[in-house]
């Protein structure tokens, strides 16, 4: 998984994901016993491989919305009134399924992001309706890897359209790129609600100070105004648009078993096979939020690099696995 989002995904062992090892990829055990039931009394769900992947919905709300949000500079968008309300066109346009297309296709399709922004803007029909920011210079800023960048670059084509002079300008990690966001360097930045909430909240209040992001959005972005507002920065509009954790099975799987929720995945499997980083047994938006959350029952735990969890389910290795909710392979026609 991509270096980024850090600190609500450091507490999911998913920030940076640069996790340390406690066993080589696919370590963890042997085969499940296809005639077996767990504690539980359920029968044992044996992985089934298969190409297609397909996300659990998470109906209990194990994670924490991280929606894509705008984040601009106070200062900035008070001198230009226009910059929010175009931002928050990207954000009604924007949600989860177009942003998984978007990633495919720059991380899979391996088109520019530039290009792909574009296009959005015109299939979206988010050109401005009048030249409301002629003659005004903005910065965009992007974290370093490429939806942030796709996001950067939708951001500054549809306020092109409005008349402003903009530049897309990739600055490296949220420690990076906020005091930047903050100082006026940047004009705006595409944010992720809740990480962005809990990050703010830790330089404010401490870094042992309790979340203030949930699986509720409007809560979310209701804890992070007053405190994107404290820094110097005032957020838009959340897209419904998620990049965060999730929980993938194939769909052969999901058909076999009669899946399209996590409760349903606790309702009718056992002995499951989980597929994750190293860490992930031990945290709370991860093997133990499963267990504890929905009372999935594990027989096995598999350990990858992130970018190789995807691959063991569509393999067979693992029944589920963790991934991101936004991956581009998750796209109808990958």
Known sequence: MRARRSTTLTLIAVAALALGACGSPGSGGGEADPTSSGSSGLATCDPVAGEKLVVLEDDKGLQNADNIIPAVNKAAAAANASVIELLDTVSAALDTDKLIELNKAVDIDRRTSSEVAEEFVDTEGLAAAEPSGAGASLVIGAANFSESATLAEIYAAVLRTAGYTVEVRTIGNRETYLPALTDGTLTAVPEYAATLADFLNAQQNGADAESVASADVDE????????????????????????????????????????????????NCGGLVLAGPAECPERPFCQLGLEETYGIEFADFKS?????????????????????????????DS
């Open 220 to 267: 979310t972005v209701t804890a992070l105004t007053p405190l994107a507002d404290a820094a110097g920065l005032v957020v838009g509009a959340p897209s419904t648009a998620q990049d965060q954790n999730a929980f993938a099975v194939t769909s052969e799987f999901a058909t076999e078993h009669d899946l399209t929720t996590l409760s349903d995945l606790a309702e």
């Open 304 to 332: 990858y690099d992130f970018g190789l969890i995807g691959q063991a389910v569509r393999q067979g290795e693992a029944a589920i696995g963790l991934v991101l909710s936004s991956d581009g392979s998750l796209a109808a």
